[in-house]
């Protein structure tokens, strides 16, 4: 009966909460309907994101005769390098913007049509390159004011001690991944079998999608996130009150994790740009016989069944809040209809092919997958009695990123110095994502808890900024050094390329374990 009671006490104080902002206290699942809107919203973004990503570093090194500008590969890093590390710079820039100029909505919108038209120029770059790189720098502003705001209004939706935040983020971060996975699968297979600006512009014609649906159903939110917040701080009094030293090694403590968390993206980034080019020029991706079936069928259920999981949850909403916004389901269930419709004309024209070819794009959805797959287990394995501290977890992470390299390293042994082209198997691609799957759910939600938990609420927004700032550093270096593999593999080979990406998160991973005495009493009785 207590246990009832505390519940029931939760769902009361998330209610006062929701009304005392006007917002909309229908539930789904025991969460405010708002934050299934923010879930599609920011599904639709990812979508964009992730499909755009899985084509440019394809389309920037294929041969002009199939569409390409046959850049060379440093080349093509180099300018990987630049969009993403400046796409997790510029969010820095962008919350500054919310909380001063526009607020979290209009900063969401504006973000969401900027994006819109960068994906929009993007698709004519056959018209004029210039429009390619102007679409570049589009979705690099867009993101900047999207992505911190829209993730700061979940929180908004609860009360600032509420027990469910926690697994209102949890959804909130299975929509982020579903739609990397299906902007991957279904960007990628357009780009790469139909025509580079098509897969542009798909991602364009969903970004769209999401932005009015998020526009249209504004009022679900009531005041939350409508304009500037100029209203005094309240003290809250459940705040601790520490002493100074105290603060200090804390903030020390986030900054380390920060600084080690260039090392993890450094390496785990290098998916959008070596890993594919690995995909691409080294991997066997036709398939005949047995294997081909099998894949086929992998590949029609990995398209099929996530849209029948996100279809389920567009259709419970919308019993909740189709009579009063209707618009809103309308457009979100017209862009369901659309990738349903592609979905199923990519299994169809996949069994009616002769020959199968694995797009290079196709392997990017490993990650998204793995992560829907293990978060669970994860999420468990945390609340029992194995529950290590921040840093070994982040050695934890580390390590097994480099063991999914040192796959990468094993697989490529046989490639003779300097080749430019190999048929290796897909299984070594498929054994690194997984490791990195498993590295990131060690590092990067868990990184994100200790932030908040370990700077002082007056710090947060600025040791976030750091951490992001730290991100883009790594996402900057993930493209500069894999610039480097035809200099390394030319002159030792692709296997030692590899390896260096298996030593340095490995060695920064054993670093990790000897610091967590000092960091942990650091920490100061925060686990």
Known sequence: ????????????????????????????????????????????????????????????????????????????????????????????IGG?????????????ILGAITMTLGHAT?????????????????????????KPNISSMVGKLYPPTSDKKDAAYTIFYMGINSGAFLGMLMCGYVGEKVGWHWGFGLAGVFMFFGMLQFYLGQKIFGVIGASINKTEKVEDPTEEVLPKKVVNQRLWVV??????????WMVFEQAGGSMTIFAKDYTLRNLTGGASTTFKWVDAALTI????????????????????????????????????????WKVQKEFSSLNTEVPASWFGILNSFFIVTLAPFFSKLWETKFNPGGPVKFGMGLVFVGIGFAGLAYGGMDIARGASTAQVSMFWLIFAYFFHTVGELCVSP?????????APAKLVGLMFGFWFTCTAIGNWLAGTTGGLIDQISSKYSISAF?????????????????LNPLLRKWMNGVH
């Open 1 to 92: 009966m207590a246990l009832e009671t505390v519940a029931l006490n939760q769902d009361e104080i998330l209610d006062l909460h929701l009304n005392s902002n006007g917002v909309d206290t229908q539930k789904l699942i025991n969460h405010p309907v708002g934050l299934f809107v923010l879930f599609f919203t920011e599904m639709w973004e990812r979508f964009s994101y992730y499909g755009m990503r899985s084509l440019l570093v394809l389309f920037l090194v294929s041969e002009m005769s199939k569409g390409g500008w046959q850049w060379a590969r440093p080349e093509a890093l180099q300018l990987y390098a630049w969009y993403t590390g400046l796409a997790y710079f510029t969010p820095i």
């Open 96 to 108: 500054l913007i919310a909380d001063r100029i526009t607020g979290y909505r209009k900063a969401v």
């Open 122 to 146: 993007m698709a004519l770059e056959g018209v004029n390159s210039n429009l390619f790189y102007l679409g570049l720098f589009f979705l690099i502003a867009g993101n900047g004011l999207f």
């Open 255 to 264: 900054a380390i994790l920060s600084l080690f968390t260039i090392f993890f």
């Open 305 to 344: 069944f996530p849209l029948v999981a996100v279809t389920v949850v567009l259709f419970t909403l919308a019993l909740k809040i189709a009579k009063k916004y209707p618009a809103t389901i309308f457009f979100t269930a017209l862009s369901f209809l659309i990738i349903w419709g592609l979905a199923i």
């Open 446 to 454: 868990v990184g994100l808890s200790y932030v908040s938990k370990l």
């Open 498 to 514: 590899f390896l260096i990406f298996t030593f340095i998160p490995i060695v920064a991973g054993l670093i990790m374990f000897a």
